[in-house]
Antibody, heavy 113, light 107 residues
Framework: QVQLQQWGAGLLKPSETLSLTCAVY????????WSWIRQAPEKGLEWIGE???????TYNPSLKSRVTISIDTSKNQFSLTLNSVTAADTALYYC???????WGQGTMVTVSS | DIQMTQSPSSLSASVGDRVTITCRAS??????LNWYQQKPGKAPKHLIY???SLQSGVPSRFSGSGSGTDFTLTISSLQPEDFATYFC?????????FGQGTKVEIK
């Protein structure tokens, strides 16, 4: 079955750039939208944005000015870049296929000076 | 954005109890509603899609209902493994949004 494996830096300073990558294993990469979602400590879930295999993206307007989601179909991977991070961006970040149980293991990103 | 409001935010229940969680959308979302279960330190698990369709492998004690703006997740007989946080998520329009969660605790 499809599994997601994600990785990226977990500790950033304010104003730095968050960068995470998610690899899709064991199933079809095309034909679906792949999302990034985050969960601040003791908070709910916030959808960041999504991309499909053609590179078509949709972003949450609350983050749109700082977010880029890209895709590498040759590697079955998609990536998240979030610019100019602040402490408010401290959260557990997931890659996922929404509407399924296909989620990455999560990456805790802490922004601290 | 469509706001999703869950109630209650937490509840205490005993094994065998019937549990009901409500999710209300700020506008009609037809039946485009997902429910997830999340346990500490784990990614969410998808339970229900299209408001009332059970995801494959999910026990039949879980059920969902509703359409428009008001939705319900029911656990007919709470089991020890069901103590977790439950989220609703609308799939009607982007940005996709989630309820704030309902934590089901042991009484």
């Amino acid at each position: 079955q499809v599994q997601l494996q994600q990785w990226g830096a977990g500790l950033l300073k304010p104003s730095e750039t968050l960068s995470l990558t998610c690899a899709v294993y064991g199933g079809s990469f095309s034909g679906y939208f792949w999302s990034w979602i985050r969960q601040a400590p003791e908070k709910g879930l916030e959808w960041i944005g999504e991309i499909n295999h053609s590179g078509s993206t949709t972003y949450n307007p609350s983050l749109k000015s700082r977010v880029t989601i890209s895709i590498d179909t040759s590697k079955n991977q998609f990536s998240l870049t979030l610019n100019s991070v602040t402490a408010a961006d401290t959260a557990l970040y997931y890659c996922a296929k929404l509407g399924s149980s296909i989620w990455g293991q999560g990456t805790m990103v802490t922004v601290s000076s | 954005d469509i706001q999703m409001t869950q109630s209650p935010s937490s509840l205490s229940a005993s094994v065998g109890d019937r549990v009901t969680i409500t999710c209300r959308a700020s506008q009609s979302i037809s039946s485009y509603l997902n429910w997830y279960q999340q346990k500490p330190g784990k990614a969410p698990k998808h339970l229900i899609y299209d408001a009332s369709s059970l995801q494959s492998g999910v026990p039949s004690r879980f059920s969902g209902s509703g359409s428009g703006t008001d939705f319900t997740l029911t656990i007919s007989s709470l089991q020890p493994e069901d103590f977790a946080t439950y989220f609703c998520q609308q799939g009607y329009s982007t940005p996709w949004t989630f309820g704030q969660g309902t934590k089901v605790e042991i009484k």
